[in-house]
């Protein structure tokens, strides 16, 4: 992958509950583009704020909405709390996968 062309890695925490427990799963990828705009706007009486797309250029990256997204290589996390002192943050809200059966393969993450 080029990696001008999509420099970032993130990181992925995956919240589910087994037994009655909270299981946190981290995955890590790389050669990714985190993108989009920082700050709070207000349109019609709607507040948008934190508006992040991340472009992944594979469809097989097990990602889901609802899942927390950081910008970077992050290890030694336990829970999302682990992440609350960092500044690039998201939840995913939604997941575009487009295959088309090319290069042009990929899946756009948005989330706030």
Known sequence: MNNELYPHEITIVRHKTVKHEDVYTVSHEQDVLWYGSEGISIKDGFV???????LIPRTNVDIKKGDIVALGFID???????????????????VFPYSVGSDLDCILVTGE
Request: proline share 4%; glycine share 0%; aromatic share 0%.
């Open 76 to 94: 030694n996390i336990n829970t999302p709390k682990d992440l609350a002192k960092k500044d690039d943050v998201i939840t995913v809200t939604k």
């Open 48 to 54: 948008n704020s934190n508006s992040i797309n991340i």
